[in-house]
Structures are given as C-alpha cells and as structure tokens.
C-alpha cells in the first residue's frame, strides 16, 4: 500500500541519517539507492533518477561493486519509464557487466529487463 511506501521512505531517511553520522558510505550509498528505488515504485521518476545518480557515485567512490550494478539496474528501469530506451540499455549493459562478474542471482532480473528494451 501506499502507506508503507511512505513508511519505507521515513526507515531510509532515518538509516541515512544514521550512516552519515558513523562515516558509513556503503550505508549511506544503500539507503538512497534503497530510497531511489521507493520513488521508482511510486512513479516519481525525476525523484528517483536523482537519487540513483547519487548512490551510483558514492558506489563508484568506495567501490563497491554490488551496489553500483545494483543502481545501474535501477537506472535502467527508470529511463525505460521515462522513455529514454538508449540510456536504458545503456545502463542494464553496465548493471549485467557487473552482475556476471559478481556471478550474483540479480543477472535474471537484469537480463529479462534487457530482453525487453531490445
């Protein structure tokens, strides 16, 4: 329901705040792309885009590597909603990169939504 979106969202500002308090990237990379991916459910995609770049960059940073295929994943579903299937595909190419080196159960979801964008 749409209530537990929200509450979903409160958790994720609340284990932001927390990480960033802590010096915990990786948990603050983690609570926005976790947030990011909230938005995508609720259909904000702008908001969500926002958010997504942002964990990509601070994954990229600290290097962790699950959690930039993960937001790339994220990425990609975002731009297909928003119609830009170019940077979609773009996007699912890098998340499956890493998802096959990581040899991670993710590369299913990631492939079928390759499969769709062509």
Do not use: M
């Amino acid at each position: 329901s749409l209530g537990e979106y929200h509450k979903a969202i409160d958790y994720y500002q609340q284990s932001l705040q927390i990480a960033k308090e802590i010096g915990d990237r990786n948990g603050e990379g983690t609570a926005i792309v976790n947030w990011g991916a909230v938005l995508l459910k609720l259909e904000k995609y702008t908001e969500s885009l926002e958010y997504s770049q942002l964990a990509l960059e601070i994954f990229q940073q600290i290097g962790v590597r699950y959690g930039e295929a993960t937001t790339l994943g994220n990425l990609a579903q975002i731009y297909q909603h928003l119609g830009n299937l170019d940077s979609a595909r773009q996007y699912c190419d890098e998340a499956l990169t890493i998802f096959t080196e990581l040899g991670v159960p993710e590369l299913k979801g990631c492939q079928e939504l390759r499969e769709k964008l062509g």
